[in-house]
């Protein structure tokens, strides 16, 4: 089921109108936006710890990789707790190293290193992931 929006945040906060702009350069999906559950501000690139890293597993337009060629980016569907695999991360305040459209994705911005915890920390993760809802 695809939810055509518009999307919100946990307090009632307009991100995105459609899920075509939810994936575009002008959501506006931010620290001060992309929220926790509890509606409280996660710490962004700058702040310690660093926990910007959100775990997607998606490509930059919202869509899965489509597997073998490509490499697993979901630590197998989220099942693999190991030093082994990747997931993709998105960074929720949209702060990276440089200003490359890919560094400032907030849904495709690099993988981790493993996909224990060990791995998905030294990058600026904290194993969250954002949480999209129809009701």
Known sequence: MTV???????????????VDEL??????????????????????????PNKHDILTGSRPDGTAFPGK????????NWTNGSDTGAAMTGHHDRVGPTDAS???????AHPTLGCSMEKIRP??????????AAK
């Open 4 to 18: 055509p929006g518009p999307w919100q945040n946990v307090k009632g906060e307009v991100v995105a109108r459609s």
């Open 23 to 48: 994936h575009s350069a002008n959501s506006r999906l931010t620290r001060a936006t992309a929220l926790d559950e509890k509606g409280r501000i996660v710490n962004g690139r700058t702040e310690k």
């Open 69 to 76: 060629p490509f490499a697993d980016m979901t630590c197998s």
């Open 102 to 108: 890919w560094a400032v994705s907030w849904n495709a």
């Open 123 to 132: 990058t600026g993760g904290d194993g969250l992931f954002y949480c999209f």
